[in-house]
């Protein structure tokens, strides 16, 4: 079973470019949700998406934008990339049990220029 | 504001035990989550506490008092592999997650 992948690895970008960081999983989990993870700092919820065909603004969302068209993708998009959002985005889904265990994908790492 | 306190990081001796100290206020609590993340990877999920008291996995083990806004992850018999960093969270009354910002675990020989 792969659980969840994403994609790309890792990613030098320009700032002022856009860029769509994927997130797919095979668990049939209905909830989803995108963190970065910086130095010092603990994990900070960007969006989320508690089924398909709906979203939420996490913490910290400005400069992201996300999509649930169906249960296994979603992809977290940067319109234009700033320094500051340097930094390594993981994926994670859960499926509403009792604890609700977040699963995590390997991570993007991402570097803007 | 919410917040999630842990040391930054420990060092112990391989073979022995070292206990992770978390403390947290926090917008309502619906549980307590400990996850491993070695260097470069993911985080995985190690743990849950919803009660007050002890949890016993294994050689991991995690306790909380919910009076106290405090939990603690204990590693026994500690192994070279357990080199990692060890993050608290906790799930708030919105059923989202607060994370500690970790504790990177230094395991000497």
């Known amino acids: 079973t792969a659980g969840i992948t994403q994609a790309p690895t890792s990613q030098i970008l320009a700032a002022g470019r856009s860029m769509t960081l994927r997130c797919t999983q095979d668990m049939r989990h209905n909830a989803m949700y995108w963190y970065r993870q910086d130095l010092g700092l603990g994990l900070r919820l960007i969006h989320y998406s508690n089924t398909a065909g709906t979203t939420g603004k996490g913490e910290v969302p400005d400069g992201y934008s996300v999509s649930r068209a169906n249960t296994d993708d979603f992809p977290l998009t940067l319109a234009s990339a700033v320094p500051s959002q340097t930094s390594v985005y993981f994926c994670?889904?859960?499926?509403?049990?009792?604890?609700?265990?977040?699963?995590f994908g390997p991570g993007t790492r991402l570097t803007v220029l | 504001g919410q917040n999630i306190d842990q040391p930054t990081e420990m060092t112990a001796t391989e073979g022995a035990i070292v206990q992770i100290n978390c403390t947290y206020q926090?917008?309502?609590?619906?549980?307590l989550f400990w996850y491993q993340q070695h260097a470069g990877e993911a985080p995985t999920f190690l743990s849950y506490n919803v009660l007050d008291g002890l949890e016993e996995k294994g050689r991991f083990s995690s306790f909380l008092s919910r009076s106290k806004g405090y939990s603690y992850l204990l590693l026994k018999e500690l192994q070279m592999k357990d080199s990692a960093s060890y993050l608290c969270a906790v799930e708030d009354s919105n059923y989202q997650l607060i994370w500690g910002a970790g504790t990177k675990l230094i395991i000497k020989p």
């Open positions: 994670a889904s859960s499926d509403g049990g009792d604890p609700d265990t977040q699963y």
């Open positions: 926090t917008s309502g609590f619906n549980g």
